[in-house]
């Protein structure tokens, strides 16, 4: 137990779908992360929130839309997904960082969630 | 660009013997950590040990000790005493940025 929360941990969803994956850290974090974990690529960094403002989006397409509504929870929000976006999404959460891009601290992760597009 | 390398897509080990995993990474930052972090089949991810680029000492966490070399940009992993339950892929991570994993067995 991390302290970190992902559900669900399993989801199948159609590509005309919209379904959202949600994170939560009872860790008293600042930063949250989204990475997606896959066989060809093994962890791809998201995005970043750092007090709740973006301060990472890496070149992730528009069918991915994060929120981050507090510094414990984090969402992301999926429509219109292709097979090859199927992986393992991990979420993770740090001490918040003072600036941007410096000394980011260790990540507790959360599970998973497995998505699977059909 | 940061950048971070893993020269060793899969190595294996002797159970009760030591192995070293290696990473090199590249940054102009001067203060930074470095992270191993380790998942196992079960895909949780935990991190093994960190290291602070201002401190020259390495970082040990009872079997797991680092190889910091700051001019070399270079960040190894020693297991010692490995057991069963060290199975699994390690990365090493500058910051939140991920080499692509060293996928470790170890052999009864």
């Known amino acids: 137990e991390t302290g970190v929360t992902q559900t669900p941990r399993h989801l199948v969803m159609g590509m005309t779908n919209k379904k959202s994956l949600k994170c939560e850290q009872h860790l008293g974090h600042n930063a949250m992360y989204w990475y997606k974990q896959s066989a060809k690529k093994p962890l791809e960094l998201m995005f970043v929130?750092?007090?709740?403002?973006?301060?990472e989006n890496n070149s992730v397409p528009s069918r991915f839309s994060p929120e981050c509504p507090n510094s414990s929870h984090l969402f992301l929000h999926l429509h219109t997904l292709q097979p090859e976006d199927s992986a393992l999404y991990l979420c993770a959460s740090s001490q918040g960082l003072l600036e941007r891009r410096v000394t980011y601290n260790e990540q507790f992760f959360g599970p998973g969630t497995r998505l699977t597009v059909l | 660009a940061q950048t971070v390398t893993q020269s060793q897509p899969e190595m294996s080990v002797q159970e009760a013997e030591t192995v070293t995993l290696s990473c090199t990474y590249d940054?102009?930052?001067?203060?930074?950590?470095l992270f191993w972090y380790k998942q196992p089949p079960s895909r949780q991810m935990i991190l093994v040990i960190r290291q602070e680029a201002y401190k020259q000492q390495n970082a040990t966490e009872n079997r797991f000790s680092v190889n910091f070399q700051k001019a070399a940009k270079s960040f190894s992993l020693k297991i010692s005493d490995s057991q069963l339950g060290d199975t699994a892929m390690y990365f090493c991570a500058f910051g939140p940025l991920f080499g692509t994993g060293t996928r470790l067995k170890v052999l009864a």
């Open positions: 929130y750092n007090f709740k403002e973006q301060t």
């Open positions: 940054t102009s930052e001067n203060n930074y950590y």
